[in-house]
């Protein structure tokens, strides 16, 4: 159980262009989804919390009108990042928590995008 | 102060050996912690939740220090597979995770 897909798994893309990123629950409820950015050999750093129904909320630092987030389904979160320039090629990665079973979060493989 | 610290290490110790890493943590309100295991260029995986009693899985041992506020795993018999960096995650009273920068193991022949 608690398995978290996400789609695309590596995206690659030319700078301007939009690149959406989805992430899927798959065998569970997600009330809370988490958005993260991992650049080579740092830590994650959490991008934004999205609850099921409601805008996410950004971290500090973080700009909401380029990465959009939708959470419009208990199994579903999208990240868009509009506008994308080379500096936001990462390891995006996503998580889900079941607010039922405790405080646990399952990750999503992760996308990595190139943008050239 | 960082909220959530640990040692990256990288701790190198031979097969068999038997490691162990600290976390710290500055919220004393914090209720829930994790430890998480990243291997490279992949997604963290839970690896065990920390309960205030301990609590053990097999070679993995994890306890609970909220006086000194403080987490610790314990890895027995360390496996080449081992290998990886391992994640503190504490979660404090708005629910959000803070995560460390985590902590290497390379656990060689």
């Known amino acids: 159980g608690a398995v978290v897909s996400q789609h695309p798994s590596w995206v690659i893309c030319k700078s301007g262009t939009s690149v959406k990123i989805e992430c899927r629950s798959l065998d ?54 509009t506008s994308a320039h080379p500096e936001d090629s990462s390891f995006y990665i996503c998580s889900a928590r079941d607010g039922s079973s405790g405080y646990e979060q399952y990750f999503g493989p992760g996308t990595r995008l190139t943008v050239t | 102060r960082k909220e959530v610290e640990q040692d990256p290490g990288p701790f190198n110790v031979p097969e068999g050996a038997t490691v162990a890493f600290n976390c710290t943590y500055s919220n004393s309100a914090s209720q829930s912690f994790f430890w998480y295991r990243q291997d490279c260029r992949k997604e963290p995986k839970l690896l065990m939740s920390v309960y205030s009693s301990g609590n053990e899985d097999g070679r993995f041992t994890a306890q609970l220090n909220r006086a000194s506020q403080y987490i610790s795993l314990l890895i027995r018999d360390s496996k080449l597979s081992d290998s990886a960096t391992y994640l503190c995650v504490v979660t404090g009273g708005s629910y959000i995770p803070t995560f460390g920068r985590g902590t290497s193991l390379i656990v060689h022949p």
């Open chain 1, 28 to 81: 569970f409820q997600a009330t809370t989804m988490f958005w993260y950015r991992q650049f080579p050999k740092q830590s994650l750093m959490l991008m934004a919390t999205s609850n099921e129904g409601s805008k996410a909320t950004y971290e500090q630092g973080v700009e909401k009108d380029k990465f959009l987030i939708n959470h419009a389904s208990l199994t579903l979160s999208t990240l868009t990042v």
